[in-house]
């Protein structure tokens, strides 16, 4: 028998803060909101063992900020196994030590423990039996390998897995893409980019929570970067995403 519950929560920076992700663009600083960044937490226990996932709408974390976030997560969720990952948004905060990629801003930082921890609780407070279901589909339409040499490599692979509860409804919903979340450029604006739009996607079409994991990106960029670099709107972006989120 195998138990899931998910949870998230909020982790928008007030206006101002530093933006990461471009170590050219020095002074960008955030200023809208066009969708909320979030925590999402899944809580796994087969009755032997408990597990849980983390996934940020962040660009990275330092050694300390980690270890803090992984020490919540486990108090809260009292987990042997955490894993901890970034989407890797280049419109989110600073969040990790990138010379030249903005200036973080300490209480921020202070407080993503405890906002991580709230989604983690929440996740265990929701447990509940379920059944998985695993798949795999292909989209080679988002990505492109931006060092532009013959037969660079690109991933299309989307792997998914869903969660769904005895009565059939959706808990939740796990899905990886290998793609940098960067089609809106230096935009001074807080967003998960394309990430936003295909969990969006999931959650209207599927129901439950949709985490998402961004694969081996390296050097594979949206394919809009490669027409005019960092130019997408958000209706770009929505399209893109959803497309994603629809495979």
């Known amino acids: 028998m195998l138990k899931v519950g998910v949870g998230r929560a909020t982790i928008t920076p007030?206006?101002?803060v530093g933006l990461a992700g471009y170590g050219i663009y020095l002074r960008r600083?955030?200023?809208?909101?066009h969708d909320d960044l979030t925590a999402r937490v899944l809580v796994l226990d087969d009755g032997l063992k408990r597990a849980a996932l983390v996934?940020?709408?962040?660009v990275g974390l330092d050694g300390w900020l980690s270890d803090s976030i992984m020490e919540g997560a486990r108090r809260a969720t009292k987990a042997k196994e955490i894993l901890l990952s970034c989407i890797?948004?280049?419109?989110?905060?600073?969040?990790?030590?990138?010379?030249?990629?903005?200036?973080?801003?300490e209480d921020y930082l202070k407080e993503l423990p405890r906002l991580v921890g709230s989604a983690a609780r929440a996740a265990?407070?929701?447990?509940?039996?379920?059944?998985?279901?695993a798949a795999s589909g292909e989209h080679p339409h988002l990505a492109w390998n931006r060092t532009r040499t013959e037969g660079g490599h690109t991933d299309p692979e989307v792997p998914v897995w869903a969660f769904r509860a005895k009565d059939g409804s959706?808990?939740?919903?796990?899905?990886?893409?290998?793609?940098?979340?960067?089609?809106?450029?230096?935009?001074?604006?807080?967003s998960a980019d394309y990430v936003w739009a295909a969990r969006l996607q999931v959650e209207e079409e599927l129901g439950g929570t949709c985490l998402f994991?961004?694969?081996?990106?390296?050097?594979?960029?949206?394919?809009?970067?490669?027409?005019?670099?960092?130019?997408?709107?958000f209706g770009r972006v929505e399209g893109d995403g959803r497309a994603l989120g629809k495979v």
């Open 14 to 16: 007030p206006l101002g």
């Open 29 to 33: 600083k955030a200023e809208w909101v």
């Open 55 to 58: 996934a940020c709408d962040l």
């Open 88 to 105: 890797h948004t280049h419109t989110g905060p600073t969040t990790t030590f990138l010379r030249g990629c903005g200036q973080a801003d």
């Open 124 to 133: 265990v407070e929701s447990s509940t039996e379920v059944e998985v279901g």
């Open 170 to 190: 959706m808990v939740a919903v796990v899905l990886s893409y290998a793609c940098h979340p960067v089609m809106l450029g230096p935009k001074p604006v807080i």
């Open 213 to 233: 994991f961004t694969g081996a990106c390296g050097d594979i960029d949206p394919v809009s970067n490669s027409e005019v670099w960092g130019r997408a709107d």
